[in-house]
């Protein structure tokens, strides 16, 4: 591959299509989205037009090659995780971006990057679905296929962004979580936080870059404190000469069908994200052991939620607000400490409960998990959650 | 006594998985020769397989290895190949992995010609699912799915990736196996997207329903069907009907490989992307 021939500051310039020497700057999600991967090393996007995503493929196809990296557009989605797999197995950091149809179609070589153990970077930005949908409007609806989609027991690490600022930097840690574990990350985003604009600030670029002090990118480099979870770094040319299958396979590579070896197999796959799930979830609580009710949110939801707060703060409801970048594995912990110091746990979703569900597993126990949904194609506004904090406690009082 | 090809076999992993008089060892034995004698170094060489019974032959080479999922091998290898052009990348796939579930991806690498070698076993069965029909079944075959015979005609896979784009096209057969290392060879040196099908027998899932259930008998029906280009030129249709045109059926050393064309481009955006500054001075 070809090296940067730019110096940093010349970069972000290049990258932005302007000069980066502002306090701030406005930019759309999908390319704060494509920058962050830049940023983060990513060097490999294959993909296939979709929208809302197309932009952080176009942001790459136009920036990329000069960067010393690889574009290609590829005959279809299939084919664009499967080319991203190629080029992560080689030891590239690659990535592509699709919407829910597109999402579809990669599930089954999703689960062959779980298996074989290869870093690889999947941002869905979700329309409303299912089938074609509305393909521009917003939408949580693939929250559980993120975690389920492929099929058999796998792991998952999926992190969703919440405006712009977020697509650059929860991509810069979706690429850093693939390569320290070794498994596909999948950044959910949506129509709305994908292609809206918003001023994000350069300063954001140099706090988050990852240097190599912060992070080790030799490709196979498998941090010690994983070295029991994570099997074989497959890096195609690196001296050694792997066999990389997804059949169920031992210690060399090679297909086994072995009860035990599959069953040891299958398992440290899976403990190699749940336990390291505090690394992995990231989480900001607003009004943390001040309310009464917690609304829980995530991505476009979460900008609702917080202006839910600032309002319900005017009008003197005692309201917290926990805002997930990460949704799996899931921040068990975090809930559950926060559900045993609630009356309610709210949680508005752009679906019809799919995370409420997982949440109400895991605090139903200390509170009253109740799900709020939508699914026309239009966000929540903050009054409408709080007309339902103030139903809920109404009730709960007039009880 | 051992064989040179011992080389690049994991002998450790034999016994194959292959029935008796399947013809997918041959053809492996035919490529393993093939990349011997091109000195091929396992630290550059790659081979990318999908899911089915020509797929697992990678399970027994001793390359850098890559087995893939059902239909994928040609995409997983363009990534392979694009990332590491330095790389020499070979796909050995199969009818059905190839040119049913995988035939897009087939015909878009054929188009792009990128420098891969894309090596198809065609036994016109899917045989590792137990006998299903294939897209490059005859007319009238038996198969599990075709129990009163076929009636759809069969892919020509060598006009359809010539007309796609493919560079390089040839055939060849288990029966003529110093001709098929002397394809595949020429395939690999070949800069640009090389297509080489490998009519291959299988005994026991087509055989034994199509009334032909002897290897030998198998592989003799193949080579006295076969035709050499120049002798099938002065043929009708009519008259070619159950022949197996082999040898090289197309070969275009100029065509611009993808690779090579993506580098050029990508090297003149960067030197257009470091000089920002003479771009503001104008």
């Known amino acids: 591959m070809l090296n940067c021939p730019m110096h940093m500051d010349q970069w972000h310039s290049h990258l932005l299509g302007e000069r980066v020497d502002q306090s701030s700057l406005v930019i759309q999600g999908n390319r704060a989205c494509a920058l962050g991967a830049l940023d983060a090393g990513v060097r490999f996007f294959a993909g296939y037009p979709i929208s809302p995503s197309s932009e952080i493929m176009e942001a790459m196809a136009d920036r990329l090659p000069a960067a010393g990296g690889v574009f290609i557009q590829m005959e279809d989605e299939i084919a664009s995780i499967c080319a991203c797999i190629g080029a992560a197995l080689t030891g590239e950091l690659a990535m592509t971006a699709t919407s829910g149809p597109g999402f579809s179609l990669m599930q089954e070589a999703l689960g062959y ?10 941002v869905n930005v979700m329309r409303v679905g299912p089938s074609t949908g509305r393909p ?28 712009v600022a977020d697509m650059y930097r929860l991509t810069m840690a979706a690429v850093r979580f693939a390569q320290r574990f070794r498994t596909p990350v999948i950044l959910l985003a949506d129509q709305l936080v994908g292609q809206m604009r918003e001023s994000f600030s350069p300063e954001l670029i140099g706090r988050y870059r990852l240097t190599s002090g912060d992070f080790d990118f ?51 796959l899976y403990n190699k994200v749940a336990h390291h799930r505090n690394e992995l979830c990231l989480y900001d609580v607003k009004n943390e052991g001040k309310g009464r009710v917690c609304i829980v949110a995530y991505g476009s939801c979460a900008r609702t939620a917080r202006a839910a707060w600032k309002l319900a703060d005017q009008e003197g409801l005692p309201v917290e607000v926990l805002h997930l970048y990460t949704l799996f594995p899931l921040p068990v912990e975090i ?8 009356e309610f ?34 966000l929540f506004t903050p009054r409408e959650i ?5 139903e809920l406690i109404g009730k709960y009082e007039s009880v | 006594m051992s064989l040179e090809i011992e080389e690049f076999l994991h002998t450790e992993r034999l016994p194959h998985i292959w029935c008796p008089g399947c013809g997918n060892g041959i053809v492996t034995a035919a490529f393993l020769r093939a990349a011997l004698d091109l000195g091929l170094k396992r630290e550059s060489t790659v081979v990318v397989s999908g899911i089915g019974c020509s797929s697992r032959a990678s399970n027994y080479i001793d390359l850098g290895t890559v087995h893939s999922i059902h239909g994928r091998a040609i995409a997983v290898a363009t990534g392979i190949k694009m990332a590491r052009p330095n790389f020499t990348v070979i ?55 075709a129990p009163h015979g076929h009636v759809e005609p069969p892919f020509d896979l060598c006009r359809l990736t010539e007309a796609a784009g493919a560079s390089f096209v040839a055939r060849g057969t288990a029966g003529h196996i110093r001709q098929l290392e002397k394809l595949i060879k020429k395939g690999i040196a070949h800069p640009g997207f090389a297509f080489i099908e490998a009519v291959v027998p299988c005994p026991t899932e087509y055989g034994r329903r199509n009334g032909t259930a002897n290897a030998p008998r198998m592989l003799d029906d193949e080579r006295t069907r076969s035709i050499s280009k120049a002798k099938a030129a002065g043929l009708s249709r009519q008259e070619l009907a159950g022949k197996i045109v082999t040898g090289i059926l197309h070969e275009d050393t100029t065509a611009p490989e993808f690779l090579q064309a993506y580098t050029a481009d990508a090297r003149a955006q960067a030197e257009e992307a470091s000089a920002p500054a003479a771009k503001e001075q104008k």
């Open chain 1, 136 to 163: 521009t409007a917003p939408s949580q609806g693939d929250v559980m296929q993120a975690r389920w989609g492929t099929h058999g027991d796998h792991p998952a690490i999926v992190l969703a962004a919440s405006n």
């Open chain 1, 335 to 342: 809930i559950q400490q926060v559900a045993r110091r609630v």
């Open chain 1, 218 to 268: 030799t490709p196979g480099y498998i941090h010690p404190d994983l070295a029991r979870e994570v099997h074989r770094p497959h890096v195609l040319g690196s001296g050694s000469h792997p066999h990389v299958t997804g059949l169920f396979h031992d210690d060399t590579g090679f297909p086994t069908n072995d009860p035990e070896k599959s069953d040891s197999f299958l398992r440290e």
């Open chain 1, 345 to 378: 746990m709210l949680i508005p979703e752009l679906n019809l409960g799919q995370y409420a569900h997982e949440v109400r597993k895991m605090a139903e126990q200390w509170t009253t998990v109740i799900g709020m949904g939508k699914i026309d194609g239009t």
């Open chain 1, 386 to 390: 709080l007309d339902r904090i103030a």
């Open chain 2, 91 to 145: 796909v050995l796939t199969g009818d059905g992995d190839g040119a049913a579930i995988g035939g897009n991806h087939l015909i878009h690498a054929c188009r792009r010609n990128i420098d891969l070698t894309c090596v198809l076993f065609n036994n016109q069965i899917y045989g590792m699912t137990g006998g299903q029909l294939s897209p490059t079944m005859e007319v009238g075959g038996r198969a599990t799915t």
């Open chain 1, 113 to 122: 990057a779980i298996m074989v153990e290869t870093p690889l970077l999947i």
